[in-house]
């Protein structure tokens, strides 16, 4: 990209206020309040000609737009591969980044302002891109800080920096700007010279460029510039070597076509936790640091005890003037000039949360971590694609935030369908802005909850989906039709017919019904068709609520179901092993699902009548394995198509000794597997229980070691109170019917009969709560 036009030089009247001998090296921690503010004064009190920072080139044409009103940090230069949108790195600027403050000064003062790392066209043609090459101990094997920090007493290199740079001022008549970046810059040669230059060869290649960069603005403003760049590189950039070196390390490059933009960045994505290299342990608390006028612990508890109180923590103003002075008593007595953020949160543990480091996680969370979300003005060039998306989340006033929240839609409104569409559309491009959840109020299919939040990335996606089209809808159905064509099984396809009638993408319908069409005629996979039909039905339910005209899926459903009834009986008759079975159990229990869906009234002879006559089947055949057997026979059972009196013949002959142990153990798990309800059916149903009962003390010792693991994993699944009481009624005694539940007295409140002693005994009680007089 090219660079801004070169302004003129200062007016006469806003003279230097000392004349630069020499660039102006100035070795900065990317992301630190201390740096930025001390960039700043050095550069108002050497007032450069020009100002040179770490980062891509092909960022200079994208500077003027930092000094928009509509632009707020945090945010990223994101660069990426023009045929490639993947390929993809940022280069992350907060307000309390000494880069972002180097912008902001050389705007402010109409000085010019460039980029000079190793371009981006570069960088992201190498193997491996990610967010941005900045840190003077993200690119190095050992870190300078923790080096500096031991050799100076401490044993926290996060502490040493606060001490040493972010709490050292800037101003006054006594105060020197220059001295802290000249003692970094000797402390860096110093380990340069001690460790070898410690990094990778890349890092060589960058420091190659940056010196080239440095001889062009030499020959354009002579020695009056200034250098912003990680104080791993001043030694480097100091150095004496020949343009010919330099030249010899960048020839032969990789090189790609790039595209850059400004894209929205958070707090969080600048922790170190979150993976940036480059990444520090406190943003929230370094912006706090960064913005607060004056009296910075004092302000930082009161945020704190703000948060708590929204919690409904009791947290008054006495808690926050004790906490301010047990910190600063903690940083006196460390040594330290001002309280930390390490003695204030000790503070906070102590003082308003009582010791409890629960509350003092969400202290961590949100404020020394923060969710900040900056903002891109609307000039910045994003592809069309990505404005499409800004002006449909401006006209549903969806706005992207970057923490966790719920959104909960109401179908039957348009506004609430509108944001429905989108955020289905963006899932099917890959954009994981939402992601469905379980509603927590009424369940019906006119409810959807999804639960939101927007990451930097998501701006790559968007930029990688924009191969599909210009316009949401537009990307969506070209992607729709081109998965369709590309699908290898049926059930992809089924997925992705529901998955259009969810994002109302009714152009795209027909093209993924044909596919689903000719797949579903060629598939005779009896699996792969039971695994696609649910998808269908779902989709069919929820055209009906959107609206949308389904019609063609029921004809491919309704075939789909009529192959199914005919196929599965065999499929399951075949031998199958454990897992095969569970998995066909599975499909059986998706199938009588989608049933349901399907024929919401009963027809004589329709769908759900045979398909009733297939779970008899299944339920009836001793060639189908128990697990299969067991669970057809409850279906039928809970649809009222199997009398009482037939299921327990039913249990009775596959719990029978002529039974394999494995087998009937399975038929039990088929029949009442937790999660079914199966344990409260036991419960009432004395005759089943004793049937199980009956089984379970005749099965030999060497066959009980073997079925124990299923009979553990059914009746493991129960809740405590079912597992509770069906002990307590196996241990009650014989029950009336064919077959009792085992011996033994019954415990005491159990019995098959009222007990009247015990029942008399109560009754004068009982007519004292009523208010009535004892007899």
């Not at 503010?37 to 891509?56: C, N």
């Not at 800037?170 to 105060?175: F, L, Y």
């Not at 968007?462 to 590309?486: F, N, P, Q, S």
Request: proline content about 7%.
């Amino acid at each position: 990209m090219s660079t801004p036009t070169v302004k003129g030089p200062r007016e006469a009247e806003d003279p230097p206020r000392s004349a630069v001998r020499g660039p102006l090296l100035l070795g900065v921690r990317h992301h630190g309040p201390g740096s930025a503010r001390a960039v700043r004064a050095a550069l108002e009190a050497a007032r450069p000609a020009a100002v040179l920072i770490e980062g891509p080139p092909e960022g200079d044409a994208l500077l003027p737009l930092a000094a928009d009103p509509g632009m707020r940090p945090p945010v990223a230069l994101l660069a990426h591969a023009a045929d490639d949108p993947g390929r993809a790195a940022f280069w992350p600027l907060a307000g309390f980044s000494p880069e972002w403050a180097a912008i902001r000064w050389a705007q402010e003062r109409d000085v010019p302002v460039r980029f000079i790392d190793l371009p981006a066209a570069h960088s992201l043609a190498a193997p491996a891109a990610g967010e941005g090459d900045g840190g003077e101990s993200d690119s190095v094997r050992l870190d300078p800080l923790a080096v500096l920090a031991e050799t100076a007493g401490y044993d926290d290199p996060e502490r040493w920096w606060e001490d040493v740079v972010e709490h050292r001022g800037t101003a006054g008549p006594d105060a020197d700007p220059l001295g802290v970046f000249e003692a970094l810059g000797e402390a860096m040669g110093a380990l340069r010279e001690e460790y070898g230059a410690g990094g990778h060869h890349r890092d060589l290649v960058r420091e190659a460029y940056m010196r080239q960069r440095m001889r062009a603005a030499r020959r354009e403003f002579g020695e009056a510039y200034a250098v912003v760049c990680g104080a791993w590189h001043v030694p480097a950039l100091r150095a004496k070597t020949t343009a010919a070196a330099d030249k010899a390390l960048l020839t032969g490059l990789p090189k790609v076509k790039v595209e850059t933009t400004w894209v929205p960045w958070t707090h969080r994505r600048l922790a170190r936790a979150g993976g940036y290299g480059a990444g520090i342990t406190s943003p929230g608390w370094y912006a706090h640091l960064f913005t607060a006028p004056d009296r910075p612990v004092e302000r930082w508890l009161t945020k704190v005890a703000g948060l708590l109180r929204e919690e409904d923590r009791q947290v008054s103003p006495a808690h926050v003037i004790e906490a301010v002075r047990l910190a600063d008593t903690l940083a006196a007595m460390r040594g330290r000039p001002v309280a930390g953020l390490t003695e204030t949160l000790e503070a906070v543990r102590a003082v308003m949360c009582d010791g409890s480091d629960i509350p003092l996680a969400l202290v961590e969370d949100r404020l020394v971590v923060g969710d900040e979300l900056g903002e891109v003005p609307d000039a910045a060039p994003v592809v069309p694609l990505q404005r499409d998306l800004n002006r449909l989340q401006r006209s549903l006033r969806l706005k992207a935030e970057a923490q966790d929240r719920e959104l909960e839609l109401d179908l039957r409104k348009d506004t609430d369908t509108a944001k429905s569409l989108l955020l289905h559309r963006l899932r099917l491009l890959g954009i994981g802005w939402g992601v469905p959840a379980a509603s927590r109020g009424s369940t019906g299919t006119f409810r959807e909850t999804w639960r939101l939040r927007w990451e930097p990335e998501l701006a790559v996606r968007v930029a990688e989906a924009g191969i599909w089209g210009t316009t949401l809808l537009g990307a969506a159905t070209a992607k729709a039709e081109a998965d369709a064509a590309a699908a290898g099984e049926l059930g992809e396809i089924t997925s992705l017919a529901e998955h259009c009638l969810l994002a109302g993408l009714s152009e795209a319908l027909p093209a993924v019904l044909r596919a689903l069409a000719d797949r579903a005629a060629l598939d005779t996979d009896v699996a792969g068709l039971a695994k696609a039909l649910p998808a269908l039905a779902r989709s069919l339910r929820y055209g009906d609520v959107r609206g949308t005209d389904a019609a063609a899926l029921g004809t491919v459903a309704a075939g789909l179901a009529e192959r199914i009834c005919v196929a599965l009986p065999p499929a399951c008759a075949t031998g199958l092993d454990a897992d095969a079975a569970a998995e066909l159990r599975g499909h059986v229990d998706g199938v009588h699902g989608a049933v349901g869906l399907l024929c919401s009234e009963e027809e004589p002879g329709g769908l759900r009548e045979r398909w009733s006559a297939v779970l008899q089947t299944l339920a009836g055949r001793d060639t189908v394995p128990g697990l299969i057997r067991g669970r057809a026979a409850r279906l039928l059972l809970d649809d009222g198509r199997l009398p009482p009196e037939e299921t327990a013949r039913l249990m009775g002959l596959s719990l029978s000794p002529a039974s394999a142990p494995a087998d009937a153990a399975g038929w039990i798990e088929g029949f009442a597997g937790g999660g079914s309800g199966g344990g409260t059916l036991l419960v009432h149903d004395d005759r089943l229980l004793g049937l199980i009962d009956t089984w379970l003390v005749s099965v030999p010792e060497r066959a009980f070691v073997d079925v124990l693991p299923l009979l553990r994993r059914t009746f493991g699944a129960y809740e405590a109170g079912v597992k509770r009481t069906l002990g307590e009624l196996v241990r009650r005694g014989p029950a009336a019917g064919p077959a009792g539940a085992g011996g033994g007295s019954a415990p005491a409140g159990f019995a098959p009969d009222l007990d009247p002693d015990r029942a008399d005994a109560v009754v004068d009680l009982v007519r004292l709560l009523l208010a009535g007089a004892p007899a």
